[in-house]
């Protein structure tokens, strides 16, 4: 079974500042992807990256980068210089190939505020 | 990118009464959607896996004949909360992965059940 543990259930920061969430997940699948999405308060989840299991090179896409380590099992994601338009819930995910389709096990999200 | 809709965003019901949810992807084929419900600061759970042709597979709990699905097209697929109670009250997300890139999934922008 797959699991995905994100341990911050709440995240205040001041505007500017940079913040790391945290993402562990569980699976024995030796192929499996890994994902962030950030939901707002109007509740649409917004996809904003995969990663395959075979694939550990992090990757930067403007303020936000993502750090996987398949040593530790976990998938961080940073965001530098926060603006309030970040703040939202973010869900880690996890989905393995099965039966043809890809479910999605997600985390139980962290909240992330940011203040101005 | 790829589009999911629904329909509709948000209903007010009475309980008893049968609610139907529309899942579109308007811009390509989905042969298999998935349904989530999320309770308030809760995190996504799924509920069932709705199969174009075929009969949907429904996650341990969830009861198959309360929650309908039915996948008539490539881009349609509906869930019919039956019979509804102030329980079913929730956030109802589908989603669907592009044909070809099975890996990621596009959400919709989720319906909003009140059952009075």
């Known amino acids: 079974a797959q699991k995905v543990t994100q341990a911050q259930t709440e995240i205040s920061v001041v505007e500017k500042e940079d913040v790391t969430l945290d993402c562990v997940y569980e699976?024995?699948?030796?192929?499996?992807?890994l994902f962030w999405y950030k939901q707002p308060p109007s509740g649409e989840l917004v996809f904003l990256i995969r990663r395959n299991s075979f694939d550990e090179q992090n990757e930067i896409s403007g303020r936000y980068s993502w750090n996987f380590q398949k040593s530790t099992s976990s998938f961080n994601f940073t965001i530098t210089a926060s603006q309030v338009v970040d703040s939202a819930v973010y869900f880690c995910?996890?989905?393995?190939?099965?039966?043809?389709?890809?479910?999605?096990?997600f985390g139980k999200g962290t909240k992330l505020s940011v203040i101005p | 990118g790829a589009v999911v809709s629904q329909h509709p965003s948000r209903v007010i019901c009475k309980s008893g009464t049968s609610v139907k949810i529309e899942c579109r992807s308007l811009d390509f084929q989905a042969t298999t959607m998935f349904w989530y419900r999320q309770f308030p600061k809760k995190s996504l759970m799924l509920m069932a896996t709705?199969?174009?042709?075929?009969?949907?597979?429904?996650e341990q709990g969830v009861e198959k004949d309360k929650f309908l699905i039915n996948h008539a097209s490539l881009t349609l697929s509906t869930l019919t909360v039956t019979s509804a109670h102030p329980e079913d009250s929730s956030f109802y997300i589908c989603?669907?992965?592009?044909?070809?890139?099975?890996?990621?999934?596009?959400f919709g922008p989720g319906t909003r059940l009140l059952v009075l």
């Open positions: 995910a996890l989905s393995v190939p099965g039966a043809g389709s890809y479910q999605l096990t």
């Open positions: 709705s199969n174009e042709g075929s009969k949907a597979t429904y």
């Open positions: 699976t024995r699948d030796t192929t499996y992807y």
């Open positions: 989603s669907a992965p592009l044909a070809g890139v099975v890996e990621t999934q596009y």
